[in-house]
Antibody, heavy 120, light 111 residues
């Protein structure tokens, strides 16, 4: 069974750094892409970026370029989403999802989400 | 402002048919990129229900169907049931932004 299991909820202060994870299983990690999607409170879905663990090829949405870093550890089949300096406006739920990376592709399945709360 | 435009809300009575539209442009749906649909219940992760315009993953009822025409796409739900009450999102790719994009989401209320 393909599974993406994300790390638990985080409570941080503005300016702090954060690294959340997405542990995968049930498929060849280096043959698929892992995307990150943000959902602000009461709002819709926003694609943030995507990584191909096979060669670490990473693409970012223009809206998030420079604000986040996406990485992956092939040895433990885990993808990461990192912030160096959080803002209160980063508070929301972050999802990881699998994709084949094609511009025609969809995201399936999804992780359960990680709630990030940043206080100012 | 989402690149793909969806109505904020739709509603229907049990047993009825509802449609949710997803309007794009020449750099996304109109450029030929595929459209996919997700269902999201409160407090849970989105779930893929339609891919490549009108294919259903295993386990998704055939009451759900999708279509695409020009720069727009639609999700139709027939035989509406109370359990269909959720948020629905369309998704495609935009070549101008070099980004995967989502619609703003539509809240379906079953009356």
């Amino acid at each position: 069974e393909v599974q993406l299991v994300q790390s638990g909820a985080e409570v941080k202060k503005s300016g702090e750094s954060l690294n959340i994870s997405c542990k995968t299983s049930g498929f060849r990690f280096t043959s698929y892409y892992i995307a990150w999607v943000r959902q602000l409170p009461g709002k819709g879905l926003e694609w943030m970026g995507i990584i191909f663990p096979g060669d670490s090829d990473t693409r970012y949405s223009p809206a998030f370029q420079g604000q986040i870093t996406i990485s992956a550890d092939k040895a433990i089949t885990t993808a990461y989403l990192q912030w160096k300096s959080l803002k209160a406006s980063d508070s929301g739920i972050y999802y990881c999802a699998r994709s084949d990376g094609s511009t025609y592709d969809y995201f399936d399945p999804w992780g359960q989400g990680t709630l990030v709360t940043v206080s100012s | 402002q989402s690149v793909l435009t969806q109505p904020p809300s739709v509603s229907g009575a049990p047993g009825q048919r509802v449609t949710i539209s997803c309007s794009g442009s020449g750099s996304n749906i109109g450029a030929g990129f595929d459209v996919h649909w997700y269902q999201q219940f409160p407090g849970t992760a989105p779930k893929l229900i339609i891919f490549v315009h009108n294919y259903r993953p295993s386990g998704v009822p055939d009451r759900f169907s999708g279509s695409k025409s020009g720069s727009s796409a639609s999700l139709a739900i027939t035989g509406l049931q109370a359990e269909d009450e959720a948020d629905y999102y369309c998704q495609s790719y935009d070549s101008s932004l070099s980004s995967w994009v989502f619609g703003g989401g539509t809240k379906l209320t079953v009356l």
